[in-house]
């Protein structure tokens, strides 16, 4: 068990959507030195920018969530972009925190690096079984190759990095715009700007087929924190619920809490996405204890509200 009060941090990222929930649950946990990375002062994409950062924090542990990234809009938008920030920043945040002598290297992957037709419920050791569904399969290989980074670390320096695969997060904080939002924030903003306007229709992607697991942002936060004090493992582990849930009922449940009676329209010509996302979650109880612990209608409330007190809806 990790003494979170003599140890320092650094987290990456550490002001964005999932970072700043983790920022938070360090310090639940007693943590009095952390430094956070923000974008805006540390571009991580430029080596001389990540060596002054490691040099300067000399952290004992780092705990990596800067990403470039977005929903599937986005990743079609910006293929290449997404697969270079994401590896680079990872590759040399890595070498310099081994360089700098951290005792730990906390990678977030992504649910995305998984084969488009992976069995359901994902198990970890089918990572490998097969190319990844085409919309993001390049942030997703990007993630995948810090996992291949971490386990050859291991092996030649002995420096313990562990790898963390969350499923879709949701949440108060997430990004609504909508060149880059995820589906639960990019759906909130449809329903209640469409009843804002007394819309009669949303348009959704696709056909509403696909299925989705969704893990509240503050249970993330506790399973990063729980593994960076308790697990050492070399192999990834998944966080998520270990539930799914269809796309066309998402948005039927999203309309209901928000409010929104129009007609739902789907377009078609946009793209599904993997057709079916649901992990087995049993790992991250087994190594350390994790298991997410809030409701997913509780959640959308939650985030609904955060969204009319903060977006203007």
């Not at 999932?18 to 080596?47: C, F, M, P, Q, Y």
């Not at 951290?102 to 089918?126: I, L, M, N, Q, R």
């Not at 509403?208 to 192999?235: I, K, N, Q, W």
Request: charged share 20%; with cysteine.
């Amino acid at each position: 068990m990790t003494d979170f009060a003599s140890k320092r941090f650094l987290v990456t990222g550490g002001a964005g959507f999932l970072g700043s929930h983790v920022v938070r649950a360090l310090e639940a946990r007693g943590a009095k030195s952390i430094i956070v990375s923000r974008r805006a002062h540390d571009d991580l994409t430029r080596e001389v920018n990540v060596e002054c950062l490691l040099t300067g924090a000399k952290p004992d542990i780092v705990i990596h969530l800067a990403a470039a990234l977005g929903g599937i809009g986005a990743n079609m938008a910006n293929p290449g972009g997404f697969f270079y920030e994401n590896l680079v920043m990872g590759v040399m945040t890595m070498e310099y925190a081994r360089r700098a002598g951290a005792e730990k290297f906390v990678g977030v992957g992504t649910v995305c690096s998984y084969p488009k037709h992976t069995p359901v419920p994902f198990k970890e050791e089918d990572l490998w079984n097969g190319y990844p569904e085409e919309s993001n399969a390049p942030y997703g290989l990007a993630k995948k190759m810090l996992l291949v980074q971490g386990q050859a670390y291991r092996r030649q320096y002995g420096f313990h990095v562990i790898h963390l695969l969350p499923v879709n997060l949701y949440g108060p904080g997430g990004d609504v715009s909508p060149e880059s939002s995820h589906v639960i924030p990019a759906l909130v903003r449809k329903c209640l700007e469409a009843v804002g306007r007394g819309a009669p229709e949303i348009v959704c992607w696709g056909d509403g087929s696909p299925t989705r697991e969704f893990l509240y942002v503050e249970d993330c936060a506790e399973g990063f924190v729980m593994a960076a004090a308790e697990f050492y493992g070399p192999e990834p582990v998944n966080l998520g619920t270990g539930k799914e849930i269809s796309i066309k009922d998402l948005v039927t449940l999203i309309a209901e809490l928000t409010g929104f009676s129009g007609r739902v329209a789907w377009d078609t010509s946009r793209p599904n996405g993997q057709p079916r996302r649901c992990l087995d979650t049993a790992r991250a109880w087994e190594r350390f204890g994790f298991r997410a612990k809030t409701g997913f209608r509780e959640g959308l409330q939650r985030t609904i509200e955060w969204y009319r007190q903060h977006c203007g809806a």
